[in-house]
RNA sequence: GGCGGCAUGGCCAAGAGGCUAAGGCGGCGGUCUGCAAAACCGCUAUUCACCGGUUCGAGUCCGGUUGCCGCCUCCA
């Protein structure tokens, strides 16, 4: 039994889809006109393992994420670099799409762009106006607040005139509103700006509209779960709701739900405190993308994560205790014998799941991998694992169907070190440890740690995470050409001018 | 100013009133080892920001105080 937390009741509640069998999600997606920040990326990832839970669980998921290409940003941003809003937008939506994969985010089933769905956003606008539910000023079409009564439930926001004067909203707004709350549906064409043409008139879609329109094209008037950052509560979501349901008549998002932001050593991450951090940036300092997913999964997605170069850290050991478990695991011969496992694998696939259908509680689900791998360790250095390691193993990929940690490539040693831990072994044998430690040396220099079991000698990276040379794409910023060799820090530590 | 959230060991972080407060990282001691490494064992929170209250019983519920964060304005 799934269960989730749901912002409108503010409570955990039990998981049924609508449609047995299948999962419909919208999840709010980036703006393309920057690389995308921790912050936005550990929204992403939340999306992407609630998606991994429910498949988990059996559910087909059909979820969706938009992906804004025009707006005040983005058309701003095109203009400052000389491009087309197409241009400008298609070359940050990939930079996106990158870092999705670096960090082993699994594609959405639908990536809709804003652009590409006008049509869809001008009829809900079209039926908004006839229902009499917005209104036309000035090329603009607005929508009024007034006329849906249940304006506010979801955030408990519900602005007055008071507030927005406070804020000088009517001040910075060059139109004549009816009601100081409503918000732009659609928006007149400014002088140079990017445009479609409308019953009235030239002009571009408000943002909210976007989401309502994709979110009913695709996947129907009434919708499993909608997820976005906090941030979006209010008023994004918020404005969603209205529309939504205004137009349709029908409830919108059945479970609403919210990663909490990350904060960055204490503080709000902004660039102007210099604690901004974007995947490209970790990664140019040596950084595995897999430590920072696991960092980024490590606190409740309704809880802040204070982001910290030290927990990155501590994230890196950890997979490193975590990947060379399952290697060596994975080299037990298959004839060996070996004990029983299988009340310690059942006991941590239990409480793995349990953590996961509790309002995805990955946290409480990693500790019980950990917990299996601290019970079946003491066994492996006693060689008392056999075939039965294969129960283990089939748990670890399971789980990691949800984590997408544990996978890692082992890599292999040329022959030449083969040659050097057989010489080694040899001089062992004669009782020569002096050789035998300077060949160990030797091997360590390279990067690869020699280990001395029951079972003879077994090599492993010496530093996981950082000891693999990685390269961005070279046409994703071309400064960055960040090669950490064999645990050793780049030197290349220089601020990326684009970045 | 209005609204909301969070405060758990050196660090990160689970914990929907009641077994000895998960797990990870780090530190110290030990076992194993030719020496190491890894692994394991022990120690590292009689206590969950502080003060009251409810209850047979509270880290978990209520009120207050302090601190931090967020939203109210583009924002994941």
Redesign the pocket.
């Known amino acids: 039994m799934f ?1 989730i937390h749901n912002t409108m009741t503010r409570r ?1 509640e039990e998981f049924q889809p609508l449609h047995e069998g299948l999962v419909t999600l919208y999840s ?1 997606g ?2 393309v006109y920057d690389f995308p920040h921790i ?2 990326l ?2 992403f990832l939340w999306s992407d393992l609630l998606v991994r839970a429910l498949r988990r669980r059996g559910f087909e998921v059909h979820n969706v994420m938009n992906v804004t290409d025009v707006d005040d ?1 983005t058309i701003a941003g095109a203009e400052r670099e000389g491009m087309s809003l197409g241009e400008y937008t298609a070359k940050y939506a990939d930079y996106f799409f990158e870092d999705l994969e670096t960090l082993r985010i699994q594609p959405a089933w639908k990536y809709p762009r804003a652009t590409e769905h006008i049509g869809q956003m001008l009829d809900v606008i079209r039926t908004l106006v006839d229902k009499g539910h917005a209104y036309e000023q000035d090329g603009s079409v607005y929508f009024d607040i007034s006329s849906y009564p249940n304006y506010g439930r979801l ?3 519900v ?1 007055d005139e008071h ?2 004067r406070e ?1 000088g ?1 009517l001040d910075s707004d060059e139109y004549e509103l009816e009601d100081a709350r409503d918000f732009a549906l659609w928006k007149a064409a400014g002088p140079g700006e990017p445009s479609w043409d409308s019953p009235w008139g030239p002009g571009r879609p408000g ?1 909210h509209i976007e989401c309502t329109a994709m979110a009913i094209e695709y996947l129907g008037e009434t919708i499993d779960m909608h997820l ?9 979501h918020e404005n969603e709701i209205a529309q939504s349901e205004a137009a349709t008549g029908t409830q919108f998002v059945r479970f609403w739900i919210h ?1 909490e ?3 960055v050593e ?4 902004s660039k102007s405190k210099g604690n901004f951090y974007t995947l490209r940036d970790l990664l140019e300092r040596g950084y595995d993308p897999v430590a920072v997913r696991h960092l980024l999964m ?3 997605y309704r ?4 982001f ?1 170069l ?2 990155l ?2 994230s890196r ?2 997979l490193a ?1 975590l990947w ?1 478990f399952a290697d060596r695991v994975a080299e037990v011969p298959e004839d060996a014998e070996g004990v029983d496992l299988s009340a310690q694998v059942h006991a941590a696939l239990t409480k793995f799941d349990a953590g996961l259908d ?2 995805l ?1 990955i ?2 689900a ?2 019980a991998v ?2 299996l ?2 019970g079946v ?2 066994l ?2 006693e060689a008392r694992v056999g075939a039965e390691g294969r129960q283990v193993l089939d748990f670890l990929a399971d789980a990691d169907t949800v984590l997408g940690i544990i996978d890692h490539e082992k890599g292999s040693v040329d022959a030449e070190v083969d040659a050097l831990m057989a010489e080694r072994e040899a001089a ?1 044998g004669d009782k020569d ?1 002096a050789r ?2 300077e060949i160990r040396d030797e091997l360590l220099a390279q990067g690869i ?5 029951p079972t003879g000698p077994r090599w492993r990276r010496g530093e996981w995470g950082v000891s693999e040379p990685h390269v961005v794409r070279s046409d994703a910023c071309s400064h960055a050409s960040a090669v950490v060799v064999a645990g050793v820090q780049a030197t290349h530590g220089q601020e990326c001018p684009c970045h």
């Open positions: 269960r955990k709010c980036p703006t912050g936005n550990r929204t940003k955030s408990g926001v602005p507030t927005s804020f909203r943002w976005g950052g906090v941030d979006l509560v209010f008023p994004h990663p932001h990350l904060i204490g503080e709000k991450m490590t606190a409740h809880k802040q994560l204070n910290t030290d927990g850290e501590q050991q950890a205790r060379d509790d309002d509680n946290p409480g990693m500790a950990f917990e791998v601290r360790n003491p492996l250095s062992r440890w035998a430690d740690v020699i280990e001395d079991t």
